[in-house]
C-alpha cells in the first residue's frame, strides 16, 4: 500500500479538537478560510503521496555522498526539493512581507508531517530552513532581511542551523568556534561544527549557515555566545551569489538512517559572517528558532509512526499465516489486531497534542496573551518527546507485525525504525525535553499545567452522559496528574528530574485520552474514532497510574547505587 498523507486526520483535528476556529477568527490569520485551508491539506497531500513517497526508498538505498568537496544527493531529490519550492510550502508560516504567506503555523505543522511522512530524508531540507527564515524574521538586521528571507522563502537558498561541535553537543556553551570583527561591519568566523544536517545540496543556489561562535569579549559559557549569518557563496552587490566562503564540508556522517539527509562535518576558517541581533545574544535568537523547531521534530515523529503504520497494516491484510480467529490473514490475530490498533492510536493521540500545540503557538502569535504564550510553552516539550516516542515505538511494532520479514530489509519495515530514531535525539534529546517541562515549565508553581489539567476535566464532566464509559477513567488519570503535578512542584530540582521522563509521559497520556475523548464525543461512540478512542483509553491510558508512581520515587535509590554497583 503506498503512502497516504493524512489529510482527513488533520481536517478532523483541526476542525474538532484544537478549535482551529480560535485561531481563524483572529484578525491575524482571518485569511485562512475552511476553503483554503481544505486546498492547502489536499494539494500538499497530494504532493506528499506522487511526488515525495516514491523518494524515500531511494535515499535510503542511494545516499548522498560528498565527491571531490561536492555533496551529491540522492536520485529525485532535486525534484522533490524543486516541488516542495514552487508549491511555496517552505514559506507557508513566513511574513508575506518578504514574499512568505502568513498562514498559521497550525497549517505549515500539518503539511510538514505529511511531507514527512512521505519522505523524511528530504523533508529535514525544508525544516532547517522555516528554522532559519523565523529566527531571521525575530532578530536580523533590516539589510539581512532584505537580503536573505526571499531567498529562503522562496527556496532559492536553503538554510542550516550550526550549534553542535564535537565537544559542546546538549551544553552548548562548551563552543569554542570564534568570531573576530573585521572592522567593515563583517566577521571572520572560525571552527568546526558537526551534525549539521543538509550541510550542503547539489539543487539550491546558495546554502546560508547560522553559526553558533564567541566573539573575543564574549564571556564563558552560553551568555557569551553570538549569531552569525555565514553564507556559502558571499552576495554579490546584487545579491546573487558570488565568491565562495572560507568554509568547507570536510566529511559526511555513516548514520543508522535518513541516509537520503546529507549530515556534514563544517569546516570555518576565517569564514566571512554577519552578526545577527545583539553581540552575546545568540542563545535568545537560537532559542527562537528552536522552539518550533522542536514541535516540527515531532512532527517528524508521528509522520513516521504514520507510515511505518501504513507499511504493517498493507502487510496484514496480505499475509496469511495460521489460522485467525477473523479473516484469512494475520490482521484477524487478535495479537496483531491489538499492536495495529494500539499504534493507530498512540498516532492519533501524539498528532492532536502537536497540533494542540501549534495552534496554542498561533494564539500567541495573534493575541499576545500570556496565557497562549504559557501553553504553547508547556506542550512544546511533551509535543516534541511523545511525537518521537510515538515514532520510535510504532516503527519496532511495525517490524514486529512483519515477523521475520520485518528485519529483512527488503521489506521495508526497518527503514521507519532506522530513520526515526534519531528525533528522540536531535533538537534537545527527549531526557532534556522532559527536565526542561519540570523545571523551567514549572517556574510558574504549576499554573499553566493546572489550567490545562481543569480543562480536561471540565470538558470530561460534560461527557459523562454521553460517554461515560471514556470521561470517566480520563477524569481520573487528570486527577492523577493533577495530584502527581502538585507533588512535583514542591520538590528539589534532582528529585523533579529523576521523574522527569515518566512525569511527561504521564502528561501525554492524559493528554492523549483527552483528545480522542474530544474525538469520541464529536463522531460518536459507536463510529471508527469512537471506537479507537475506546482501545486508547482501555489499553494505553491506565500506564497513567505506573507512570505517577514512578515521578514519585525521587532521586535517593539512584544515587544510593555506586558507580562500582553499576560496572558489577
Not at 521495508?412 to 534529546?429: C, H, K, P, S, W
Not at 492523577?480 to 514542591?490: K, S
Request: proline share 4%; charged share 20%; hydrophobic share 45%.
Amino acid at each position: 500500500m503506498p503512502y497516504r498523507a493524512p489529510n482527513a486526520d488533520y481536517q478532523f483535528l483541526l476542525n474538532h479538537i484544537v478549535d482551529f476556529v480560535d485561531v481563524t477568527a483572529t484578525e491575524r490569520f482571518s485569511e485562512a478560510t475552511p476553503d483554503m485551508v481544505s486546498a492547502i491539506l489536499d494539494e500538499a497531500a497530494k504532493m506528499s503521496n506522487e511526488v515525495l513517497a516514491p523518494l524515500n526508498r531511494q535515499g535510503d538505498l542511494h545516499p548522498a555522498k560528498l565527491e571531490n568537496g561536492v555533496v551529491r544527493t540522492s536520485p529525485g531529490f532535486a525534484d522533490g526539493y524543486k516541488a516542495i519550492a514552487d508549491g511555496g510550502w517552505i514559506g507557508m508560516a513566513a511574513s508575506p512581507e518578504y514574499g512568505g504567506m502568513g498562514l498559521p503555523f497550525s497549517l505549515q505543522n500539518a503539511v510538514n508531517e505529511m511531507m514527512g511522512g512521505a519522505c523524511l530524508s528530504l523533508q529535514l531540507n525544508p525544516l532547517m530552513t522555516q528554522g532559519q527564515i523565523e529566527a531571521l524574521e525575530h532578530h536580523a538586521s533590516d539589510a539581512l532581511k532584505e537580503l536573505y528571507l526571499p531567498k529562503l522563502i522562496s527556496g532559492e537558498w536553503c538554510g542550516t542551523m550550526n550549534l553542535t561541535e564535537p565537544q559542546a553537543g546538549s551544553d552548548v556553551g562548551a563552543l569554542n568556534s570564534k568570531a573576530v570583527d573585521n572592522g567593515d561591519g563583517t566577521y571572520a568566523i572560525s571552527g568546526q561544527k558537526i551534525y549539521i544536517s543538509w550541510g550542503d545540496n547539489d539543487f539550491s543556489e546558495n546554502v546560508c549557515h547560522l553559526v553558533l561562535a564567541r566573539l573575543p569579549d564574549g564571556v564563558p559559557g552560553t551568555k557569551g555566545i553570538s549569531l552569525f549569518m555565514v553564507p556559502k557563496l558571499i552576495p554579490d552587490e546584487n545579491g546573487k551569489p558570488g565568491v565562495a566562503n572560507s568554509l568547507k564540508v570536510v566529511s559526511l556522517e555513516h548514520k543508522m538512517g535518513l541516509h537520503g539527509s546529507p549530515t556534514a562535518v563544517m569546516q570555518y576558517d576565517g569564514a566571512t559572517g554577519w552578526l545577527v541581533g545583539k553581540p552575546h545574544g545568540g542563545m535568545a535568537a537560537m532559542f527562537t528558532m528552536m522552539n518550533n523547531a522542536r514541535v516540527g521534530v515531532g512532527g517528524q515523529g508521528i509522520a513516521v509512526a504514520e507510515a511505518a503504520y501504513q507499511h504493517a497494516l498493507a502487510y496484514a491484510q496480505e499475509r496469511k499465516q495460521g489460522k485467525a480467529a477473523e479473516g484469512e490473514t494475520i490482521l484477524g490475530h487478535a495479537d496483531v489486531r491489538r499492536m495495529l490498533a494500539q499504534m493507530k492510536a498512540d498516532v492519533f493521540a501524539a498528532r492532536a497534542i502537536a497540533a494542540a500545540c501549534a495552534a496554542a503557538i498561533d494564539m500567541q502569535t495573534a493575541t499576545g496573551k500570556d496565557e497562549w504564550a504559557a501553553r504553547a510553552a508547556l506542550l512544546t516539550p511533551i509535543a516534541k518527546a511523545f511525537g518521537t516516542d510515538t515514532g520510535i515505538e510504532v516503527s519496532q511494532q511495525g517490524i514486529q507485525v512483519h515477523g521475520g520479514m520485518g528485519f529483512i530489509e527488503e521489506t521495508g519495515a526497518a527503514q521507519f525504525l532506522r530513520d526515526v530514531r534519531v528525533t528522540a535525539i536531535y533538537e534537545g534529546t527527549n531526557g532534556i525535553q522532559a527536565m526542561d517541562l519540570v523545571a523551567r515549565k514549572m517556574m510558574d508553581g504549576g499554573e499553566a499545567a493546572y489550567a490545562l489539567i481543569d480543562e480536561i476535566e471540565a470538558y470530561a464532566e460534560r461527557c459523562k452522559e454521553k460517554v461515560p464509559a471514556l470521561a470517566g477513567p480520563v477524569f481520573t488519570a487528570a486527577e492523577t496528574l493533577r495530584e502527581t503535578t502538585e507533588w512535583l512542584v514542591e520538590q528539589d530540582m534532582n528529585d523533579r528530574f529523576a521523574g522527569a521522563v515518566p512525569y511527561l509521559r504521564l502528561f501525554a497520556r492524559v493528554l492523549g485520552g483527552y483528545y480522542h475523548l474530544c474525538a469520541a464525543n464529536a463522531a460518536g461512540l459507536d463510529s471508527a474514532r469512537g471506537r479507537l478512542a475506546t482501545v486508547y483509553v482501555q489499553r494505553l491510558l491506565p500506564e497513567h497510574g505506573g507512570l505517577a508512581d514512578h515521578v514519585r520515587q525521587g532521586a535517593d535509590d539512584l544515587y544510593a547505587l555506586s558507580e562500582e554497583d553499576l560496572v558489577a
